[in-house]
Every structure is written in C-alpha cells, then in structure tokens.
C-alpha cells in the first residue's frame, strides 16, 4: 500500500485505534513544547501528577508571550518556569531569544518525529516533515510524562502546488488563497499535505508560514515533505546530521484532492476580524491606516524582513503612521543586524521590538481606537491587538511595507519600484545557547520550584451530578473564538497561574455581565452557555475552559466546535454538547433553564437524548463525541481527576 507523508507520521506513531477517519487513535509523542502563557499551567500539572523526569525525547519551554515586566508577575513567573524545566528535564527559552515555533525550527525538529504543544500555532513545524499538533496544556503534560496524545484519525487534505509566485506575491498569500476558498472552519478534522512541483521554490520558512496558519483553518495539522529544502535548512543550522528523507510513496492518495497553480495567485489581505475574510488587496487600496507590524510566526523567516527592509531603505514612511518590527529570533535579529537591514527600517522610521510575540497577542503595540492596523500576524479576532475596538487587517509583509510607504492600504504591485531580490545568509548566526540544556534526572530531583506570589494551584473539580438545572447564561453566535470567551495581552495573561484572578476577565469582551452573573448561581449547581459554529476556535489556552469551569460552566451546547477547545473543556469536565437539529439553537433563549436528568447514564450511552426547557413544554434533541475513554473522564469531573482515580 502507498503511503503519503502524513499517514506515513502516524503509523509510525500509532499505539491505539485504526486509522480509521472519525476514530480515536492515541499517538506516542516524541517532543513537546511549551510557551509561558500556557506552560505555568502545564508545569503546576507536572508538579501535581509526581513526575520525575520528561519521558520525551525532547522537550522545551519557551518564554516569548509575557515579556512586559510592568510589575513582578511576568518575571515572576519566568522564574519559576526556569525551575520547572531544570526539575523535569526540560529545555529552557529565556526571554528575548524569540517565538518558540520559528526557534523550535531552529534548534530541535526533527523530520519523521511527533511534536505536541500547548499553543495552537505548533502545526508550524510541520514544516519540517513532523506530524506537528496543538492541545490544551493538561494533554501536552500528558505527553511529557510519557502518555500518548488521543486525537481523532484526520483525514488527509493533499494539496498539490503548480507554478511559481509571481513578483511580489508570497508564501502569506498562498495560505490566504486556502482560507479565501475555505474560511476558518474549513480544515477542521483534516491533515493538511502539501506536495508537487510548486513546492521547489518554497524555502523551508515559507512553509514555515503556511503550516503556521493552517491553524487559521481549523485543522489538526499541516505537513509537508522532508525533502532536499529541509535537508539544505537544516545543515544551515549546523543539524544536517539530523534529517531524514521523508516524502509519499509513489501512487499514493489523498481523501481530499485540491490545487493551488502559484502563478495565477495576487496578493491578498483578511479583513477584520476573521482570518477566513480574505479579499484581493487590490479590491479595498486606499483606505489610510495607523501601523503596519511585520513579525510574528505567521511571517518569521529572514526574507519576510529583509524584504520589507529593501522595500523601504533609502524612503520614509508616511505621516502618523507606526512601523513596527517584531524580530522572531535572536539568531535572525543578529542576521538582520549584521546584513544592515535593522539599519534601514530605523532610518525609514521604524520602532524595533524586542525578538517575541509581543503585539500578536495584544502584549504591547496595540492601535489607536478606530485606526487600521495591517499586519503580518495570524489572527485578527476582535480585540486580540489589545485595543477593544480595533480594526486588524492581515496581510504579508510586502503589503504591509508597501502600505506604510504610502500611509494607505496598498497593492504592492504598483509601486514605482522593481520588486528587492532577496537573498538568504550565506553563513547564517548559529546560536546553541538560545536553548538551556536539561539538567541530568539525578540533579533534577534536587532542585526546587521557584513558585512567586502570583502562582495558585489548581482547584479541585467535582464529578459530573446526574442530576442538573442549568440556567443559559450566556448565548453566542458562530466563531466564537478562545480570544473572546479569555482574552489575552497585557492586562490579562500576568494572571495565568492564578485562576481565580484570570477567571474575572471571562468574555469581558462579549459581556462584561457574564463574570458577576456566573458568580452569583456558582453555588446553585452552575450554568449553560450556547453557542453557534466553530465555538472556541483559535488559540489553545485552556485557560478559556478553566476559566468558565471555575464560574461554574458545566455544559456548552452548540452547532459544532472546534478542535482543540473541544477537547480542553473535556480536559476539565465541562460537557461538550452540540444539537442532533441546528434549528434547536433557535428555540432557545438567554435566561431559559435546561434540564438534565440521568445525566451520567446518558453519557455512557452515548445516544442522542432531549434535553427539557423548563416552563416551556419544549425539548432540544443533543448528543456528544466522547470516546469511551472520555466518558469515563467526564463523569470523574475530568483528566485531573481520572489520572488522580486511576492511581489509587
């Protein structure tokens, strides 16, 4: 039988279930990675199961979210994340080395290996033929302490590439043309392969930034080959000894078919604030804009700056605008240094940031209220950027640096200059150090966590009632995502390892009522939300979960959800119901009560059931997707729980 590269990943990781699309299999995870807004969690959880010592081939922590050390939380925190990863055998990031998925790149994949994270944006190292997944961070402790990851069996998207990018059109735009296709659901419960003679000129960063966004599509993840691209990647970085040659076996199929022909593609931009909003640039030039931001890891390779860098040397940017550059390593800041393109964008009017996420997750760069901001990161949801009523416009970098030339949106096509030839760094900065090595187990077991003020532990969780009277606290539409239902930024991720602070800001954003309403009935049994299509989609933070468990959420009904949020509000024992009819949605109301009855055998029976609206004399038919395995975990009130029950 022929394989292609990403059944080739999972057989070879295979370890329960068939490959059967829609059935649970468990995958053994050969690296994890973890960044600081959600790794103080996962590290709380290691510290709570009793590990010794990481079971992973590798595994790294990385500190790139939460670098404003306004006060002594962020710091604070940093601390003990250092402690962690030296007490379980873990890589350590400090804090300026850069965003953990391009510097994961860089230092540790490894083609034909696993890699399970606890940002959602992990799939970017599918870039490097790895079967690449984001999770909540309780799966991603999990995985680090030996136990394999249970997803659904994906599908497999084959997506073949012909042609070759025109001037000015980039890796950005081909991951825009899917979304424009597809919008952000459009991926969900599919590996996304991509493969054919178009992939020739894709350096293994501009897959980089593609399988970075396939998170944007809702999908488990994104692979491509590990072919002579990745080979030449990683023998810059002085790895050539670590590649293997993984590609699809001649006559191999897909159970998706599409293709994108590279030459016919323009550049394109998403529109606020959805990611799948994708229109031509040419259809909305003209509109003036604030700032234009080129970084993240949705662009993070050395051509996206220097790019930008040509487009702009020896010219000024407009009035009033705000030119932000945001490095994503250490070793590539040194590279643009060295090669006098740090030089250009301060002379043309930039502000340098230091090498992080920064203002992709709201921390630090946000707009002025009502002004444009284009930029180069992977979401715009609203309010992401910091400010609460924003108007974030994604774009590549030509389009963002053609833009900030002219102070207005603008298709980078009709500048009166010829497109920059970029080269990459003959001799690029190999820096070994970005990453502290694990301490030895022996020395480990020695060494004490380093735990601030700010850190709380998790509190206990009850086990699933049978019976349950559940008000509707709160009732949303579609593509509700994780950013609205527990924001992140500045003013709200400091308290990340302390639920019950963080747990105030739960969907502040959509209802500022929500937090002292759910305060209020949390003793009375708790209470529903409902919700639309692709509920919870974008970033992994379980926090999103936690936090509305901790207000008393026990049930979430819905259209569909998606992925990864799906599985953290199992991870915690809130209920994920979705309607067998999508017109129920409409029956109900905010303030209607649900009644549940029998509850826990419901469960187990895993049939579609009718739920009662109380006073109304109507029912809504619902039904779940828990594995057995997950059943048993919802009914112990969830993963904390079952882990703690199966070790007695």
Known sequence: ???????????????????TPGEEIGLKIDQTLTQDATGTLVMLELEAMGLDYAKTEASAQYVDHNLIQEDSKNPDDHLFLESSTQRFGLHFSRPGNGVSHPVHMQRLAKPGKTLLGSDSHTCANGCMGMLAIGAGGIDVAMAIAGEPFYVKMPKVWGIKLTGELPDWVSAKDIIFELLRRHDVKGGVNHVIEYYGPGLKDLSAMDRHVIANMGAELGATGTVFPADNEVKRFLKEQDREDEWTELLADNGATYDVDEEINLSELEPLIAKPSSPGNVVPVREIAGETIYQSYIGSSANPGYRDFAIASEMVAGRQIANRTSFDINPTSRQMLTDLAQDGHVANFLSAGARLHQAGCNGCIGMGQAPATGRVSLRTTPRNFPGRSGTREDSV???????????????????????DFDYPKVKEPT???????????????????????????NIASIPEMDSMPDQLELPILLKVGDNISTDEILAGGARVLPYRSNLPEISKFTYEIVDDTYYDRAMDIKEEGGHAIVGGFNYGQGSSREHAALGPRYLGLRVALVKDFARIHWQNLVNFGILPLTFTNEDDYDKLEQGDVLEFTDL?????????????????????????ALSERQKDMMLAGGLINWVKNKQK
Request: proline share 6%; net charge positive; charged share 25%.
């Open 1 to 19: 039988m022929a394989f292609n590269v990403a059944q080739k990943l999972i057989k070879d990781h295979l370890v329960s279930g068939e490959m």
């Open 427 to 453: 001799d690029p900065t190999v820096n070994d150090q970005l990453l502290e090595q694990p301490l030895p187990a022996e020395e480990a077991k020695k060494v004490e966590l380093i735990k601030g003020p």
């Open 393 to 415: 416009y994604l774009c590549s970098p030509e389009t963002a640096a053609a833009s900030i030339l002219k102070g207005v949106i603008t298709d980078p096509r009709t500048l």
């Open 600 to 624: 826990r055998n419901k469960i187990q029976e895993g049939q579609a059931w009718d739920v009662k609206i109380k006073g109304k004399n109507q029912t809504v038919n619902v039904k779940h």
